[in-house]
């Protein structure tokens, strides 16, 4: 055992997937991509390790937070779990986000993506997304499935204030703001479904998991 | 009931804060130094999960408007009840209509003040607890703010006064590798451990803010964002540290070069700008 990452530079047998020390309380879980995450995620929710109490899928990584300082036996047991993408789950609930597409930077994606801007919105109301992981504000989902053709990058200049409600893209992903926050992606629309609702159970309407459609209103 | 007649710089209602939310983008927020938090609610027999007031840098007055049991623990608060000094870490009656004060704490930066029965304010997402970062729970307390007190007592107080040591403006914190030193020159770990650390003045509940030689990156290419925890030393580019406290973003995307141990998360709490801060490697 070296003085640090004493797990970090351990990989899997099959290299899929490596577990790193989080200081005394936690362990990070570092997978190949979204499927994976999302595969690591729905296991560790149905079987939790001994005094789990939070979890924080992301892009690449699981964070895996305990009451109790982490054991071997704990990155064994991580270890077991098959990341393997499982196909998509049907059963998972299908939600449509009424949009109306008229964001500030619609006409940029749509030069970006070397279409006219009907096009475009046929392309984005044509996707079935998928939420991948939250985190960055209360009830924020990131989405993933987006058609090639349509990942942009994130503006070069983040808005100070993006309001409630604004659809935008950046990468890979798609998202929808529950609240108002600056913000660094292209914005192509936006939607009056209550994203996040502390009063609501769940509160949160983009969850990871959720399979999600946006439906073109004007 | 109690009465608040002036709030301080910021106090805000404090309990176990609210875990198992991350993954929709809620972080767990709750009592900055949870020790503190723990004893107060020790002191005058509440349940652990009650909540309590935590008040930064002093200035809090409140008058109870029925006989209450409290107790002011964590940062040295000078307490006052109508003007007259009181104990502090100790359980403490207020009759209807006395006026308890707090004033500048010469040490430490928050004081808890525990209600038995603890403060009732509605819970979100099962918590009482303020999160500064994203707004949730009640809002930080204001004058004239009136603040039921609940029924979370559980036992007799029997802990007449609680013998615990002063924060220090001057600590050593523990620190463990955190998940990405390798993303940061090899000489960043020893720079965090061997140097003195300044406290700046733009440190809050979601973080210290701290300054001292710059930790240069290895790699420069960005880093997918990832899950953070209170403790974590995350590297931005301007190589300035920063250690998160309760109120922490729940995912970050700099290099976490190190992570405070838990038992050490208290001290760092009663950090105050201008305070210097050490990390000594440890397990």
Redesign the interface.
């Known amino acids: 055992m070296t003085d640090h990452g004493w797990m970090a530079a351990e990989a899997s047998p099959d290299d899929r997937f490596s577990v790193r020390r989080y200081g005394d309380r936690a362990l990070l879980v570092e997978v190949a991509g979204p499927p994976a995450v999302t595969a690591l995620r729905t296991a560790l929710e149905a079987a939790p390790l001994a005094g789990q109490v939070d979890l924080v899928p992301a892009a690449g990584t699981v964070l895996v937070v305990l009451d109790r300082p982490p054991t071997d036996a704990d990155v064994t047991a991580l270890r077991r779990i098959s990341p393997d993408p499982r196909p998509p789950d049907v059963a998972a609930p299908l939600i449509e986000l009424p949009v109306v597409f008229d964001g500030p930077d619609l006409d940029e994606v749509a030069v970006l993506s070397g279409r006219p801007v009907r096009d475009l919105v046929q392309a984005l109301t044509g996707a079935e997304l998928t939420v991948a992981f939250g985190g960055f504000s209360p009830g924020f989902g990131y989405l993933t499935g987006l058609p090639e053709e349509l990942r942009v990058p994130r503006r070069a200049t983040p808005r100070t204030r993006v309001p409630a409600g604004s659809v935008g893209l950046a990468g890979p992903y798609a998202g929808a703001y529950p609240q108002e926050s600056p913000g660094g992606w292209q914005l192509v629309g936006r939607t009056d479904a209550v994203l996040f609702d502390v009063d609501r159970d769940p509160p949160a309407l983009l969850r990871p998991g959720i399979r999600v459609r946006f439906r073109e209103v004007r | 009931m109690l009465t608040v007649l002036a709030a301080g710089p910021l106090t805000t209602v404090q309990d176990r804060g609210r ?8 972080t ?1 927020s709750g009592a900055a130094d949870r020790a503190a938090a723990d004893l107060a609610n020790r002191l005058v027999g509440n349940d652990p999960s009650a909540a309590v007031l935590e008040v930064t840098a002093g200035g809090l007055r409140i008058r109870a408007e029925r006989t209450l049991l409290v107790a002011v623990t964590g940062a040295p608060a000078p307490v006052t009840v109508d003007g007259r000094p009181a104990p502090f870490d100790g359980p403490l009656t207020l009759t209807p209509g006395q006026v308890l004060g707090l004033g500048l704490p010469p040490v430490g930066l928050r004081s808890y003040l525990a209600v038995r029965g603890g403060i009732d304010v509605p819970t ?2 099962g918590s009482r607890s303020t999160d500064t970062l ?3 729970g009640p809002a930080p307390l204001a004058s004239g703010d009136r603040l039921p007190v609940g029924r979370l007592a559980a036992d007799e107080p029997v802990v007449d006064v609680a013998a615990v040591g002063v924060p220090s403006s001057r600590p050593v914190l523990g620190v ?4 990405r ?2 993303w940061l020159a090899p000489a960043a ?1 020893t720079t965090l451990t061997r140097e003195p650390w300044t406290v700046t003045a733009d440190s809050n509940r979601v973080g210290l803010r701290l300054s001292g030689p710059a930790l240069d990156r290895a790699r420069t290419d960005e880093l ?6 209170p ?2 030393v995350q590297v931005p580019p301007d190589g300035a540290p920063v250690l998160f406290l309760a109120d922490h ?3 970050g995307g700099y290099p ?1 070069l190190a ?4 038992a050490d998360l208290p001290a760092a709490a009663q950090l105050r700008p201008g305070d210097v801060v050490r990390f000594r ?1 440890v397990g």
């Open positions: 875990p198992g939310w991350a993954e929709i983008g809620v767990r979100v997402l994203s707004g949730l463990l590798p955190g998940p030193r390798d770990w997918p964002s990832e899950g953070l925890v403790g974590a973003p729940v995912t976490v992570v405070v141990r838990t490697p």
